[in-house]
């Protein structure tokens, strides 16, 4: 498995996630400002749009903090570091890992840009 990230960005969250799950893994370092970036087939195939964390987990390719949080949550600690996909409490386990950053962070993002 392989974590594509860059410091002061959202891989942290992949890179928590992943040593709370204690996975084995390796991280591929990404410069954002480097246009090289996009040259690498392996990332592009994970994060279409250049954008990190982006996983690669065998077949698997996937972007998005968020979703690469519950991927590792669901396919390597079912019920453990989220509820199972048929707990009853999943549904409000869902509503607020997707909370911060489909909500908040946009919010942020427009109050820093000193868009109202």
């Given at each position: 498995?392989?974590?594509?990230?860059?410091?002061?960005?959202?891989?942290?969250?992949?890179?928590?996630?992943?040593?709370?799950?204690?996975?084995?893994?390796?991280?591929?370092?990404?410069?954002?400002?480097?246009?090289?970036?996009?040259d690498?087939?392996?990332?592009?195939?994970?994060?279409?749009?250049?954008?990190?964390?982006?996983?690669?987990?065998?077949?698997?390719?996937?972007?998005?903090?968020?979703?690469?949080?519950?991927?590792?949550?669901?396919r390597?600690?079912?019920?453990?570091?989220?509820?199972?996909?048929?707990?009853?409490?999943?549904?409000?386990?869902?509503?607020?890992?997707?909370?911060?950053?489909?909500?908040?962070?946009p919010?942020?993002?427009?109050k820093?840009?000193?868009?109202?």
């Open positions: 498995m392989k974590l594509f990230w860059a410091p002061m960005t959202r891989s942290q969250r992949g890179i928590w996630m992943l040593e709370e799950a204690g996975v084995d893994y390796e991280m591929e370092l990404v410069g954002l400002r480097d246009e090289n970036r996009k690498s087939p392996e990332f592009l195939a994970a994060s279409p749009m250049g954008k990190v964390p982006a996983l690669v987990d065998g077949d698997i390719h996937m972007a998005e903090s968020a979703a690469i949080c519950l991927y590792v949550a669901d390597y600690c079912p019920g453990m570091l989220a509820p199972a996909v048929d707990d009853p409490r999943r549904g409000q386990f869902l509503y607020w890992t997707m909370y911060t950053p489909a909500v908040v962070e919010t942020m993002s427009e820093v840009a000193g868009s109202e």
